[in-house]
């Protein structure tokens, strides 16, 4: 990699009103006044590292020594949308990869929850919310093209919390409408991550808060072990994006619709301030794994939960289940054992694993009962197999007692 | 039954704080409508009835109102203060053409009280069975449990077939069946006076029920103080979009 995009180049006005982090954080700061309702308290100023520092990285990548990719194989992965992960070998085979990925930074007009016609543009990798899973190795290289549709509104880079350097690579992948971009990174730390869009500023979680956010599986070469070092496999994923959404209401109480992706941005930053999400949801909108979308599993199946939350804690709970193995930070530190409820530290993805062992509806909730009731975070596993009596009866059906 | 909330142990309390509001209205009115009963009874919101009535297997006929209750057919009733809630429409919709909904069982015992009292006819809610039979023709076919294993009655009934649109649509959206009543299978979920409370069944009294069953393409129970069912939760399943009401009279006014 030796071009880089050198943001300090683009000249048209509109792409610098959009401009985030690399160019300055004044350029970041001017694109959300000149958004905003003059009644609207200025956004705080934060440094962001400006652009002679991003020059200077640049200027030392190049200076650096190429790196030697001999040894590596390439391969490509296609990434597939939410709930489901892509094909993957659990234990890694051979040397390792240079895998190449592509994702598209898409805005589109998603209907959050059908009942009250609540609909977000959403800022999308690959038109999902969440973007899809990435799955690779501890040792293997993730090379991700980056493209940003010509008809986008908005700036979009990526934030990969697995890799190492340049803000995630955040400083490396600006892509304006109609451009792409190249970066590669190695896979250093196993474990669940998130990734996001960064752009800058206020703009961070404004796209973070239109579901532009996803996870990376770095698996160990050797798989998934217990404390012990005993191999742990799974039969299945089940991915679940956890997506707070701060949607605009007008004077009525009525969600705000808005004509294109941006659109709603000062509305967006004013919802956004009071830290209370509209909505909570899994993967993009209420009822998006329940009902004629939830999950399918069979007695002895075991699954790995993959739990994506790039903004907020969660406190995921399976009613029915337990996380037989739960790993809520890295896949270097042993799974917690039998644990009712885990923890989602706002800004990671963490994964839990469960062999079912009764048949019938599971529900995978944020223990949080409001958010999972009234805020929409829910998802439903349906599960086949034969009734276990030994694990539980009914032994008195509920029947009228004698008074 | 797909979802039902509801805590026994609390609701006779509840129902009846709730309730006593409602019946003294109901009582007023009433009593109102005797004086009134006569020229100056008001027909203004007498309901629309569908063009047939739905005549059950027995004979007996029932006239039906042709749309459920409409936010503009509500707000009359809080205007005369006999609602509690003044209800409104989102946008560019008008209230005479958008369904009534966000409505509990309380709620709508109090708009029956007031039509009945208005209009010196009366209305009631219809029996679930009542129901099913003048939606028959055009609900959907009801699914196959999708367990089968008596241990799994209790997660039998959950549904993983499409479901129709959960969109509050104005009147008219939805299908008509032969009588001519409308939205029998549109996105509103209408309250049934048929009490709900399982092994208590036939047990308690109805102003002692924690739940009445509603009608829609799938039936429902539901806590009689619930006005807007959230999706998702505990409860298995996928609950009603919207509750609101529409009613019925057993003589032809």
């Known amino acids: 990699m030796t071009k880089q995009i050198n943001p300090g180049l683009v000249q048209t006005s509109r792409r610098n009103v959009l401009r985030g982090s690399v160019l300055a954080g004044a350029a970041a700061?001017?694109?959300?006044?000149?958004?905003?309702?003059?009644?609207?308290?200025?956004?705080?100023?934060?440094?962001?590292?400006?652009?002679?520092?991003?020059?200077?990285?640049?200027?030392?990548?190049?200076?650096?020594?190429?790196?030697?990719?001999?040894?590596?194989?390439?391969?490509?992965?296609?990434?597939?949308?939410?709930?489901?992960?892509?094909?993957?070998?659990?234990?890694?085979?051979?040397?390792?990869?240079?895998?190449?990925?592509?994702?598209?930074?898409?805005?589109?007009?998603?209907?959050?929850?059908?009942?009250?016609?609540?609909?977000?543009?959403?800022?999308?990798?690959?038109?999902?919310?969440?973007?899809?899973?990435?799955?690779?190795?501890?040792?293997?290289?993730?090379?991700?093209?980056?493209?940003?549709?010509?008809?986008?509104?908005?700036?979009?880079?990526?934030?990969?919390?697995?890799?190492?350097?340049?803000?995630?690579?955040?400083?490396?992948?600006?892509?304006?409408?109609?451009?792409?971009?190249?970066?590669?990174?190695?896979?250093?730390?196993?474990?669940?991550?998130?990734?996001?869009?960064?752009?800058?500023?206020?703009?961070?979680?404004?796209?973070?808060?239109?579901?532009?956010?996803?996870?990376?599986?770095?698996?160990?070469?050797?798989?998934?072990?217990?404390?012990?070092?005993?191999?742990?496999?799974?039969?299945?994923?089940?991915?679940?994006?956890?997506?707070?959404?701060?949607?605009?209401?007008d004077e009525f109480g009525d969600y705000k619709t808005y004509e294109v992706a941006g659109d709603d941005y000062a509305d967006s930053l004013d919802a956004m301030r009071t830290l209370r999400p509209t909505h909570c949801v899994f993967n993009g909108a209420v009822g998006a794994l329940t009902g004629e979308n939830a999950l399918k599993f069979n007695v002895g199946e075991t699954v790995l939960m993959i739990h994506n939350q790039a903004n907020r804690d969660s406190r995921p709970h399976l009613i029915g289940g337990h996380g037989n193995y739960v790993w809520e930070t890295s896949f270097s530190t042993p799974p917690l054992k039998d644990v009712e409820t885990w923890f989602v530290r706002g800004g990671t993805a963490m994964a839990s694993m469960y062999t079912f062992e009764q048949p019938g509806v599971y529900a995978y909730v944020n223990h949080n009962l409001i958010e999972a009731s009234l805020l929409g975070a829910t998802a439903h596993f349906v599960v086949e197999g034969e009734w276990n009596n030994d694990l539980m009866e009914q032994v008195v059906a509920p029947q009228a007692f004698e008074t | 039954?797909?979802?039902?909330?509801?805590?026994?142990?609390?609701?006779?309390?509840?129902?009846?704080?709730?309730?006593?509001?409602?019946?003294?209205?109901?009582?007023?009115?009433?009593?109102?409508?005797?004086?009134?009963?006569?020229?100056?009874?008001?027909?203004?919101?007498?309901?629309?009835?569908?063009?047939?009535?739905?005549?059950?297997?027995?004979?007996?006929?029932?006239?039906?109102?042709?749309?459920?209750?409409?936010?503009?057919?509500?707000?009359?009733?809080?205007?005369?203060?006999?609602?509690?809630?003044?209800?409104?429409?989102?946008?560019?919709?008008?209230p005479e053409e958008m369904p009534a909904t966000g409505l509990s069982y309380v709620d709508v015992g109090e708009y029956l009280a007031w039509i009945t009292a208005t209009t010196g006819h009366d209305y009631r809610l219809p029996s679930l069975m009542e129901w099913e039979y003048m939606a028959a023709e055009v609900l959907p076919e009801t699914p196959d449990p999708i367990f089968t294993d008596p241990e799994l009655t209790w997660a039998s009934a959950y549904l993983m077939e499409p479901q129709t649109k959960r969109t509050l649509r104005p009147q008219g959206a939805f299908d008509a069946t032969s009588a001519g009543i409308v939205d029998l299978n549109g996105s509103v979920w209408e309250w049934t006076d048929d009490c709900y409370a399982g092994a208590s069944e036939g047990l308690v009294t109805r102003n002692r029920c924690p739940a009445f069953f509603v009608g829609g393409e799938h039936i429902a129970a539901m806590s009689f103080l619930e006005r807007d069912p959230a999706r998702g939760g505990c409860a298995v399943g996928v609950p009603p979009a919207h509750l609101g009401m529409r009613l019925v009279t057993d003589t032809k006014p």
């Open chain 1, 29 to 249: 700061m001017s694109g959300a006044a000149a958004f905003a309702t003059p009644r609207r308290t200025a956004t705080p100023n934060i440094p962001a590292p400006s652009a002679r520092f991003i020059e200077a990285e640049q200027q030392a990548q190049v200076q650096a020594p190429t790196a030697d990719l001999s040894g590596y194989t390439r391969v490509k992965q296609e990434l597939v949308a939410p709930p489901f992960a892509p094909v993957h070998e659990q234990v890694a085979t051979g040397g390792p990869k240079i895998i190449e990925i592509y994702m598209e930074t898409t805005e589109r007009l998603m209907v959050v929850d059908e009942d009250t016609g609540a609909s977000v543009w959403a800022l999308t990798y690959n038109g999902s919310v969440p973007g899809p899973l990435i799955i690779c190795h501890v040792g293997d290289m993730v090379e991700l093209t980056l493209r940003n549709p010509v008809d986008s509104m908005m700036e979009h880079n990526i934030d990969f919390h697995a890799s190492t350097g340049a803000l995630g690579g955040g400083g490396l992948t600006h892509v304006y409408p109609g451009e792409e971009t190249v970066l590669r990174w190695k896979a250093t730390k196993p474990g669940c991550f998130t990734y996001h869009c960064a752009p800058g500023g206020a703009m961070i979680p404004y796209h973070v808060t239109h579901g532009m956010n996803g996870s990376v599986m770095v698996l160990p070469r050797e798989g998934l072990t217990d404390a012990d070092g005993n191999a742990l496999t799974y039969d299945s994923i089940a991915y679940i994006g956890e997506q707070d959404y701060y949607l605009p209401m």
């Open chain 2, 1 to 94: 039954m797909t979802f039902v909330a509801s805590n026994p142990a609390k609701t006779p309390h509840a129902f009846m704080k709730a309730m006593v509001p409602a019946l003294a209205v109901a009582a007023i009115f009433i009593g109102g409508a005797l004086f009134l009963r006569g020229p100056d009874l008001d027909m203004t919101f007498a309901p629309l009835l569908a063009e047939h009535p739905v005549v059950f297997t027995d004979g007996t006929a029932l006239y039906v109102q042709k749309y459920e209750v409409t936010v503009a057919e509500w707000n009359a009733c809080y205007q005369a203060r006999a609602c509690t809630q003044q209800l409104r429409v989102a946008g560019n919709r008008t």
